[in-house]
């Protein structure tokens, strides 16, 4: 199946027990030889500042960005994204198994 | 030699973009209405100014992009359709009034009224840039534009007061006619802090094919290319105060404008302002049809370059001549080329946000930038402007609703 | 490589450094076990205003239909022709033979060289 | 808080295109009658060209009588509105005989016409001042 990665972008995403986990907002890839494979998505508000690549801009006011809500990103391996319907992605894994990316 | 011959890139940004009809016509209304007291103002959006045309030519030179390819690059097409927008539908008034300028100029002149002079004055502007190349317009307009120095002239021969010109360049509150003040003071920073001006020196960066040992002369000239724009609208503003002022003349048209300097200089007072306008808005129009097509071939990834010949970039050269011939329009039905200058002044300053705001963000990117990322002086400017920026937004949009 | 920072928006280039415009959608091939990978890159026609909004995008097959080359599928190279990824994103194939640039052409064909003084596109 | 500050603020700017008062009415009508008067003493000295000095005597005609009109519905408070009315009607003939002496080539007539304009104008501001106050 084919899509679009352009309108995956900012689509939320649920677990698997239909809890919000956040919007889709970058994706790391390998490239291999020709080709091109995906190796995880990156969810939440803090994949937007590594997507702005503006570490160095928020680094120094961490502090004050205490919320960890705002300042956290999900880092979900390609196994355990469901995209059979890509409108509506889900996980195959329920929001506190996941890993925080760092 | 190359990099003392880049010192024209300044100039000419300067001259075009910052000493225009806005901003000579904001500084003298300032000067007649309000003396010494709007200096400060003059001063903030030239400050202002030197950060920002600074950042932006080191951005180009390190990084080979322009401001433009950035926020594209970085925040992605919808962003950057939103800020194409607003920016493209403000350049675009902004090349009314210039083109209007140019009118205005050769009425005086020649008693000609300027819709007359809209047809054939569009022409010469597409015509230099369908023709010419990068480097005819920077020197000519350059050299041109040092017609300007007159103002200086004008405003030293009137022997101001320098202690009271000293104390306008700190704020305070006139006595009466808070409006008003207020109003010139948002349409001065709006006509210095001007967008298309950072869009075209970061171009031009490109197209003068600056790289990073350009670094300390990009920051020279940016402090003085600016600064002496700074310099000679602050001293319209002075000769302003000093001859209608004492008349009793608030000034609301370009004729009145016009008899600036004929008491400081009585006998080329009036061709040199003239000529001064003429130069100044014939590059500034220039400029702005550039920088229009310049955000739209960056924006989409079209071949762009102002020395090509124009079927080598079509697409860029079809905007400009589209946006030529579109903003005669307004000129040939007679609308009154100072009202679209204020108009476009008020909605500068409305749209600022959008056109900084991307500038705190680039300028700190180490993947563009590197080593030569923002220290916490120019990121403290750039959140300053921002915030000065929010503040004239929030003032200038109730402005523009109500009629003003 | 983080592919929307790395690749997406990024201006691309042919093999002899011409501009043909930007990665303006990416297409990535989702199998059931599989690992995803990207396919193609988009180019043009509805893909970037269908990023706004669909209606923007059918408001633009729609102008496109009426003026201009009229082509209507967007541009897809395969990812298998991407030579480098860094501050541009160069690629193994010639513009013309692409479509990318079917405006630029017509726009030159059409408008630019019937006015004086505007040259001409080679052939090729 | 400082939202509603702001927002008082340009509501503050915004009334700056609130119908003009008679007292700025007042400022106007001078300001057009001294930018005749540094138009015609420009031409004097032979700096400006006949059309542009011509133009703009008769933008100063007409914005000046557009002014009067408006002083004369509603006249500005503690004025006689009689004698301003009379002297600003005076002002605006004299501006339209130094158009005509322009085109007459008539320099000696216009120096004097246009010291009577300087004289009308200084009554006009002495109006002005006095009813000042009472803003």
């Known amino acids: ?102 | 030699m190359k990099k003392v011959l880049a010192i024209t890139l300044g100039i000419v940004t300067s001259v075009g973009g910052f000493l225009e009809i806005g901003s000579v016509t904001t500084a003298v209304q300032a000067g007649a209405a309000f003396g010494y007291q709007l200096l400060w103002a003059i001063l903030l959006g030239t400050a202002c100014l030197v950060f920002l045309v600074e950042m932006s030519g080191r951005f180009s030179a390190v990084s080979r992009h322009t401001i433009v390819d950035a926020t594209r690059e970085r925040f992605g097409f919808p962003f950057f359709a939103i800020v194409m927008v607003g920016v493209v539908l403000v350049f675009f008034m902004v090349l009314v009034a210039e083109l209007g300028g140019i009118g205005l100029s050769l009425q005086i002149l020649t008693g000609i009224g300027f819709p007359w002079w809209a047809v054939p004055v569009s022409f010469v502007v597409w015509f230099l840039m369908w023709k010419g190349t990068f480097g005819l317009i920077e020197n000519g307009a350059s050299i041109l534009g040092l017609v300007t120095i007159s103002f200086v002239v004008a405003a030293v021969k009137l022997n101001p007061d320098w202690g009271a010109a000293a104390h306008g360049l700190l704020p305070g509150m006139p006595g009466t006619d808070k409006a008003k003040y207020g109003f010139l003071a948002v349409s001065i920073l709006g006509a210095s802090i001007s967008p298309h001006l950072m869009y075209f020196y970061s171009s031009g960066a490109i197209e003068d094919e600056w790289d990073k040992s350009y670094i300390p002369v990009n920051r020279f000239i940016a402090t003085l290319g600016m600064t002496f724009g700074g310099v000679l609208s602050m001293a319209a503003l002075v000769a302003a105060a000093l001859t209608f002022q004492p008349n009793g003349v608030e000034v609301d048209t370009f004729e009145q404008s016009a008899l600036l300097m004929t008491t400081a200089l009585p006998k080329w007072g009036f061709f040199l302002f003239a000529a001064s306008m003429l130069f100044t808005c014939l590059g500034a129009a220039l400029e702005t049809s550039l920088a229009i097509a310049y955000f739209f071939a960056q924006g989409f990834g079209w071949s762009w370059s102002e020395d090509l010949t124009p079927s080598k970039n079509a697409r860029f050269c079809f905007v400009y001549t589209i946006i030529i011939l579109l903003a005669a329009v307004p000129l040939l039905m007679g609308i009154d080329p100072i009202k679209v200058t204020l108009m476009s002044m008020a909605l500068t300053a409305a749209t600022l946000p959008l056109a900084v705001a991307p500038f705190l963000f680039l300028m700190n990117d180490p993947i563009y930038l590197g080593e030569h990322r923002n220290g916490w002086i120019s990121n403290t400017v750039v959140a300053i402007t921002i915030l000065i920026s929010f503040v004239l937004a929030l003032i200038a949009i109730p402005l523009q609703i109500l009629g003003g | 490589m983080d592919l929307v920072r790395d690749v997406m928006d990024q201006k691309l280039l042919d093999r002899e450094d011409c501009e043909m415009g930007r990665v303006d959608g990416l297409v990535m091939e989702v199998g059931e076990h599989s690992q995803p990978r990207i396919t193609h890159i988009q180019i043009g026609g509805t893909t970037p205003w269908m990023r706004l909004h669909p209606a923007f995008a059918r408001l633009s097959a729609r102008l496109a239909q009426m003026w201009g080359p009229k082509r209507k599928e967007p541009v897809r190279i395969p990812w298998s022709r991407v030579m480098t990824v860094g501050r541009d994103i160069k690629l193994d194939v010639r513009v013309r033979e692409t479509g990318a640039i079917d405006w630029e052409i017509w726009i030159a064909r059409h408008i630019i060289e019937r006015i004086p003084g505007g040259g001409h596109v080679e052939e090729g | 808080m400082w939202i509603k500050r702001l927002l008082g603020l340009s509501l503050i700017f915004a009334t700056a295109c609130k119908p003009p008062t008679p007292a700025e009415q007042m400022e106007s009508a001078l300001s057009w009658i001294g930018t005749a008067g540094m138009a015609g003493k420009a031409w004097l000295r032979h700096t400006t060209p006949d059309t542009y000095t011509r133009q703009t005597l008769e933008l100063s005609h007409d914005k000046l009588g557009q002014l009067a009109d408006e002083l004369l519905k509603s006249p500005p408070p503690g004025a006689d509105s009689e004698s301003l009315n009379s002297v600003l009607a005076r002002s605006r003939k004299r501006i339209a005989r130094l158009e005509a002496l322009i085109t007459a080539k008539n320099v000696r007539g216009f120096a004097r016409e246009l010291d009577a304009l300087r004289a009308d104008q200084r009554l006009v501001k002495r109006m002005s001042d006095r009813m000042e106050p009472n803003e």
Not at chain 1, 7 to 15: A, Q, R, S, Y
Not at chain 1, 24 to 35: A, F, H, K, M
Not at chain 1, 59 to 73: E, V
Request: charged letters at 30%; one cysteine or more.
């Open chain 1, 1 to 102: 199946m084919e899509i679009n990665v352009e309108l995956l972008l900012g689509t939320k995403v649920c677990d698997i027990d239909g809890e919000d986990v956040g919007r889709i907002e970058e994706l790391r890839v390998e490239r291999d030889g020709q080709s091109c494979l995906v190796e995880a998505y990156f969810i939440g508000a803090s994949a937007v500042i590594q997507r702005l690549s503006a570490w160095t801009l928020v680094r120094p006011i961490r502090g004050i960005l205490s919320t960890r809500r705002l300042y956290s990103a999900y880092q979900v391996p390609w196994q355990d994204m469901d995209l059979s319907d890509p409108r509506h992605p889900r996980l195959r894994i329920a929001k506190r198994d996941l890993r925080h990316a760092k």
